[in-house]
Every structure is written in structure tokens, then in C-alpha cells.
């Protein structure tokens, strides 16, 4: 019983998780709702990015493929090996979702150390790369909850639910606590390698302007890549594991 109310807890904190305010930011209010514009900015600029380098690679396709195509090509078959690997022979309509996730973390990541988000003045508070902001990664938790609670209860049904009393009913409390942790580790994961990296960065810049900052930025944009291609393929793994409903 214990357990359980623990799971209940952990699951209203992954909600309130956006209350958490560190710093000065820059809000919007749109009707009844407060809109953290700076968030909201980036991530319009990091789907832009997607979207205009999409439509300008597929709107002419070549016979002899381009360079752009052959890039996009490649990632679409990486994309389709993560999530037939971790899902299985039914992968097909899950590849869009893994994708959206990979893409959009992975352009994010990148954004903050690529972009120069801090000459644009704000009214308060500055920008940066929208995985660099708690919010963000709590919601692409949340998506990815929807979607594994969506794909076993799709293939499954109500049967799905069973899950939680195997192999032993005694695990019910331990099976329901699983399924709140898994959203707050990814959230938690990203947010704080993405923070860590730009903090690094920042703070060599300032003690070190010239030369040794480079290789940490370089390794920056590689553990960004990595943590993108972490995020894509656990929300593959679970959404496969919900699928079969083994662990």
C-alpha cells in the first residue's frame, strides 16, 4: 500500500515538475494561460530548422540522389533499424513517432551549441536550446507514456493490464511504480546532461576564452547526439515492451 501511494506521489510531482522556477524567464499570456515564451521560441525554430531542410530535400527528388537526399535516406534507415530492433516486425507505424522524438531532441541539443540564442535580448531571461529547459523534456516524457500506454491498450485491450500482476500479483505495486519512474528518468536524464554540457561550456568560456573550451564543445555536440539516440530508443524499447508485455 506503501508502494503504491509512493507511485501515486511520484506521479503528481512529475506534474508539478513545471512549477519549479530557477532564474528569470520570459512569459506570455495567451487567454487564460501563461505561455513560457522563451521555450516556446526555441522550439519553433528547431521545428522550423526540420521542416524547411525536409521541404527543400524531398520538393525536387533526383534520380541520381543529392547529397541532402542521400542524408535523409540514411537517417530514415537508422530510424527504422532503432525501432524495428527495439519494437519488432510491427515497427511500421511507430517509425514517425521515434523519428519526431530523435529529430527534434537531437536539432534541439544541437541548437544550443550551434546557435547563438544569447545575442537575441529578452525582456528577462535569455534563450537556449529548448532541451536545455525542464519542460520540455517532462512533455516529451509524457508523449511517450501516451504512446506505450496507447500501443499495448490498442493491441491488447483491456487484457493489457495484466501486466501488472505478472509474474505475481504481489509485484502489482512495484509494476504500477515502474510505469511512473520510467517518464521521470527520461525527463530528468536528458534535462540534466543538456544543462550540464552548457554549464561547463559557459564556465570555461569564462575562465579559458580561447582554446580549451573547442574540445569541450565538440564533446558537447557528441554526447548530444548520444542523448538523443538514448531518449529515441528507450521510447522504442517501451513502446515494444507494451507491445509484447514481457520486461
Known sequence: MNILLCSVNTFKRLYEISSVEVGQHLYWQLGGFQVHAQVLITSWVVIAILLVSAILVVRNPQTIPTFGQNFFEYVLEFIRDVSKTQIGEEYGPWVPFVGTMFL???????????????????????????????NTTVALALLTSV?????????????????????????????????FTKPLSLSFRLFGNILADELVVVVLVSL???????????????????????????AAAYIGESMEGHH
Open 147 to 179: 504512446a506505450y500506454f496507447y500501443a499495448g491498450l490498442s493491441k491488447k485491450g483491456l487484457a493489457y493490464f495484466g501486466k501488472y500482476i505478472q509474474p505475481t500479483p504481489i509485484l502489482l505495486p512495484i509494476n504500477i511504480l515502474e510505469d
Open 208 to 234: 579559458v576564452p580561447l582554446v580549451v573550451p573547442i574540445p569541450v564543445m565538440f564533446l558537447g555536440l557528441f554526447t548530444s547526439g548520444i542523448q538523443a539516440l538514448i531518449f529515441a530508443t528507450l
Open 104 to 134: 527534434f531532441i537531437f536539432v534541439s541539443n544541437w541548437s544550443g551549441a550551434l546557435l547563438p540564442w544569447k545575442i537575441i535580448q529578452l525582456p528577462h531571461g535569455e534563450l537556449a536550446a529548448p532541451t536545455n529547459d525542464i
